[in-house]
């Protein structure tokens, strides 16, 4: 039986009612789909930043990690793969209490602070607007209808209406983010925007759906410390190696994505405050559980060789920590991939550089290339030494310190990977 509605209030209210419903089903399948996994496929890593805890003034330069009130965060950040449906992800895994968010969006990145007209999305997590982050943990939000292209730039805006208290960070971000009072969550313009800062605040990931086919997909993670966090690259550039080896597989037609898990000054066996956990205690979060996670690169071991605050460590003891960081890929079923410890002779730092610490490194890149416990490696170091000196960094490679990549030692460490062992 077929009944007709001649009514133009009673089709307003049927379309209502079918609305409705359909709203009702969705938000019910978001909530009853496992958090690593979604209707249309599984979720996928495409941006990601490693997290430390709240270090409000870095050695006389100040950051916002003190927390917020009545303030919104505007976050520019690239993807490094596309997909038909994307997701953030909040992190108060270093918050010494549960941390309120008032609300979030999301949208194509315009110039600055500003969001593309007809792209801006609100953020939802089980639905609702507002949610409350539990210390120690990270949580994910609802899916957001918003199709994201390869290498898209896109904006995240989080505001908290109440005092937060110290939050969870990224200190280094080589990109800018934007700071205004009140709530300007659905402002495409960024002109409230007036207060700026070289960090990352609270966000650390966005994952996306994507539609390559299953065998042709996944996540690389690039773990490391501040070379490939990108210290010394162009700022607002993104041109770190890991958005360079992002460019490299989009180019070739490769459905893989590429976040970075880089933190300043970070070492292999030993903390430090403002330089985050050591490696082997953030492994697991901060590579193996991204969504999607299908191979690791790791290049670190330069600053527990240069003492950065630590005590004198042996060849042995550094092998030991790598040896750690493989077994614990291999458990998860993770490739995970050796990148060489580059040259630092020349280093402006006093103290850094010692022979005793050029013999260590000589000797962990020789078990990095020889020892056959890395799925695979990549030879950083022969790639970025000066052919006359090769314990100094080519000149063409030097960001002026001796030991961090410019733009063209980015480039040319992105070009050493080898597509394929990924």
Request: glycine fraction near 12%.
């Amino acid at each position: 039986m077929s009944v007709t509605y001649r009514e133009p209030g009673r089709r307003q209210a049927l379309a209502t009612l079918m609305a409705a419903l359909v709203a009702i089903v969705t938000a019910v399948v978001a909530t009853a789909t496992p958090a690593g996994a979604h209707p249309g496929g599984r979720w996928t890593a495409t941006w990601s930043t490693a997290n430390i805890a709240s270090f409000p003034d870095f050695f006389g330069t100040p950051n916002w990690s003190g927390g917020f009130d009545d303030q919104s965060v505007r976050q520019p950040i690239r993807v490094s793969q596309g997909g038909s449906a994307l997701r953030i992800r909040v992190s108060n895994v270093f918050g010494t209490g549960p941390l309120r968010l008032t609300g979030a969006s999301v949208g194509r990145a315009g110039d600055g602070a500003d969001v593309r007209p007809g792209s801006l999305r609100t953020v939802t997590f089980d639905g609702r607007r507002s949610t409350v982050v539990p210390a120690g943990r990270e949580l994910a939000s609802d899916p957001v209808a918003l199709r994201v292209a390869p290498l898209e730039r896109l904006t995240v805006t989080l505001y908290f209406a109440r005092s937060t208290g110290p939050v969870t960070f990224h200190l280094m971000s080589m990109a800018t983010a934007y700071r205004a009072s009140g709530d300007h969550l659905v402002d495409r313009s960024g002109a409230a925007f007036g207060e700026t800062s070289q960090s990352w605040y609270l966000l650390s990931g966005v994952d996306v759906i994507g539609a390559a086919p299953k065998h042709d997909r996944g996540t690389v993670v690039a773990f490391g410390d501040s070379i490939t966090d990108g210290a010394f690259s162009t700022p607002d550039t993104d041109n770190r190696y890991p958005d360079e080896l992002a460019e490299r597989l989009v180019a070739a037609g490769r459905r893989l994505a590429v976040v970075n898990a880089g933190i300043g000054g970070n070492r292999v066996l030993a903390d430090a405050d403002g330089f985050g956990e050591r490696a082997t205690a953030r492994f697991q979060r901060d590579a193996l559980d991204q969504p999607g996670v299908r191979s690791v690169i790791v290049l670190e071991g330069i600053n527990d060789i240069g003492l950065l605050g630590g005590q004198p460590v042996t060849t042995a003891q550094l092998i030991e920590g790598h040896r750690a960081l493989i077994r614990a890929a291999h458990d998860r079923g993770v490739r995970v991939i050796g990148a060489t410890i580059l040259p630092f002779k020349g280093v402006a730092y006093p103290g850094y550089f010692t022979e005793e610490g050029e013999r260590i490194r000589d000797e962990v890149n020789h078990w990095i290339r020889t020892g056959g416990e890395y799925d695979a490696v990549v030879d950083l170091d022969r790639a970025l030494a000066d052919p006359a000196d090769p314990d100094y960094l080519r000149a063409e490679y030097d960001g002026g310190d001796g030991l961090h990549p410019n733009d063209a030692g980015m480039r040319a460490m992105a070009e050493a990977v080898d597509l394929d062992v990924l």
